[in-house]
């Protein structure tokens, strides 16, 4: 069954400083990955996936994630984080091999950005 | 391009009621799917189409809950009976078929249903 961890509910960081966000995931088959991140009272929004390639994955306002296979991680990371960046952070997993229709969530992570 | 859309935003119903909510997904996406969230949880899904037909259906929908897609166009998601135990945000997506697994699901602002 697929699965997905995020270990942190939420991450203290200050303003300019390096963000990790962390995702394990649990799949039989290969994995399609995913970021997105939702703020209060809108519905999620896409930032970024893994498919196939290279396994760094750049996405929108200045994301990026690493998938490794060995580890079964897919952590979310941003070079200098903004006190914009506080929202709720949700990893996504999709089997390929069993039809790669139905995703599974983890539990949130919520960066508190402080100026 | 205008984006999912759900209506509505916010439904306060009592137990016992039923409620019907409505996703408009984006023009030309052909797969639209429901989730559930609760506080403090990541989205569940609960159902898949492919144009009209019903693909998936998870364990969490109870015979309560159906979902229809009648034209491949909008969907709508119905609580029959509803529970305490229903109230939770309801998220609808879509997305343009994109390789086998590969498209990107855009969500909806969701509807927030509480159950008295």
């Known amino acids: 069954a697929q699965s997905v961890a995020q270990p942190e509910d939420q991450v203290n960081v200050a303003e300019g400083n390096p963000l990790t966000v962390k995702c394990t995931y649990s799949?039989?088959?290969?994995?399609?990955l995913f970021w997105y991140v939702q703020y209060p009272n809108r519905g999620l929004q896409f930032l970024l996936k893994?498919?196939?390639?290279?396994?760094l994955v750049k996405g929108s306002y200045g994301f990026e994630a690493e998938f490794n296979k060995s580890q079964t991680s897919f952590h979310l990371k941003k070079p200098s984080a903004l006190v914009s960046d506080s929202a709720l952070y949700f990893c996504?997993?999709?089997?390929?091999?069993?039809?790669?229709?139905?995703?599974?969530f983890g539990a949130g992570t919520r960066p508190f950005v402080k100026a | 391009d205008t984006g999912v859309s759900q209506d509505p935003r916010h439904k306060i119903t009592k137990r016992g009621q039923n409620v019907t909510f409505r996703c408009d997904p984006i023009?030309?996406?052909?797969?639209l799917y429901w989730y559930r969230q609760t506080l403090g949880q990541g989205p569940e899904f609960l159902t898949y189409?492919?144009?009209?037909?019903?693909?998936?259906k998870s364990r969490l929908l109870s015979d309560r809950f159906s979902a229809e897609r009648p034209k491949g166009s909008f969907s709508t998601l119905e609580i029959q009976r509803t529970e305490q135990g229903d109230s939770a945000m309801y998220l609808c997506?879509?997305?343009?078929?994109?390789?086998?697994?590969?498209?990107?699901?855009?969500f909806g602002p969701g509807t927030r249903l509480t159950v008295l």
């Open positions: 997506a879509s997305s343009l078929t994109s390789g086998l697994g590969q498209d990107t699901q855009y």
């Open positions: 799949v039989s088959g290969n994995p399609y």
């Open positions: 893994y498919i196939t390639g290279d396994n």
């Open positions: 996504a997993v999709r089997d390929v091999d069993t039809g790669g229709f139905k995703t599974i």
């Open positions: 023009s030309e996406h052909n797969r």
């Open positions: 189409f492919q144009n009209e037909a019903q693909l998936e």
